[in-house]
């Protein structure tokens, strides 16, 4: 699997947009990029996944660069429930499952009032 | 309704003892996993279960064995505990038609072994 790197903690203003940034630059062709949040105390949480294309879902947007090294999640507008732990994970799609999630040290994002 | 569902939440046990974390999911999910979090809070894979069948084996100690006696459950037991078993334990399960990506964790059981 490709290795992602992510910046160890981040603060955001509640109400304003969170944008958290992922460098996987050794990414090869058919690996995804996952993002997953854990808030504390709780188990961990699928947010959204991209190849290529940007990805916009209930819970947050994907903006991925067009050569793919690194992606950006966004938080239009963040909220104190937001705080967590959030990590990018990539990995190949497979047919089987059973697929090895493999979490990094993630980004804390403190959202502050 | 809770989708993964994992007890007990908290488990206190001694050292050399046996004891078992049970998970359920009823989301119809065709496999399940077993990770650790440890007090450094690396999230790590353990096991997972396809059609009750064993197909990823983290490299863990042979104290630890999944059972699942049905699609819908895969409880872990662990034989002889040692301190060093003392973490967080998360349950997820995952569709077939995500390729394992999008897994659904339950709450976590955190194992104290004194």
């Known amino acids: 699997d490709a290795k992602t790197t992510q910046p160890p903690s981040m603060d955001c203003a509640e109400g304003r947009a969170a944008n958290l940034p992922c460098n996987h630059s050794t990414i090869s062709g058919n690996e995804y990029v996952y993002w997953y949040r854990q808030i504390h105390s709780q188990g961990p949480q699928y947010i959204i996944h991209g190849l290529k294309n940007n990805e916009t879902n209930e819970m947050a947007s994907l903006i991925i660069t067009e050569d793919r090294k690194s992606s950006t999640l966004i938080l239009p507008h963040a909220t104190l429930r937001d705080t967590a732990v959030y990590y990018c994970?990539?990995?190949?799609?497979?047919?089987?499952?059973?697929?090895?999630?493999?979490f990094g040290g993630g980004t804390r994002l403190m959202v502050k009032p | 309704d809770t989708a993964v569902s994992q007890t007990p939440k908290y488990l206190v046990t001694q050292m050399g003892n046996d004891k078992s974390i049970k998970c359920e999911q009823n989301?119809?999910?065709?496999?399940m996993y077993w990770y650790k979090q440890d007090s450094k809070k690396f999230l790590k894979i353990m096991f997972s279960y396809n059609n009750k069948e064993l197909i990823i084996n983290e490299t863990v100690p042979n104290r630890f064995s999944p059972k699942s006696p049905d699609k819908a459950h895969l409880n872990l037991h662990i034989n002889s505990l040692e301190l060093g078993d003392s973490a967080v334990y998360f349950c997820?399960?995952?569709?077939?038609?995500?390729?394992?990506?999008?897994?659904?964790f339950g709450p976590g059981t955190r194992l104290t072994v004194l």
């Open positions: 997820a399960s995952s569709p077939r038609t995500s390729g394992g990506n999008e897994q659904f």
């Open positions: 994970i990539v990995r190949v799609a497979v047919g089987n499952a059973g697929n090895m999630l493999t």
């Open positions: 989301l119809g999910h065709d496999t």
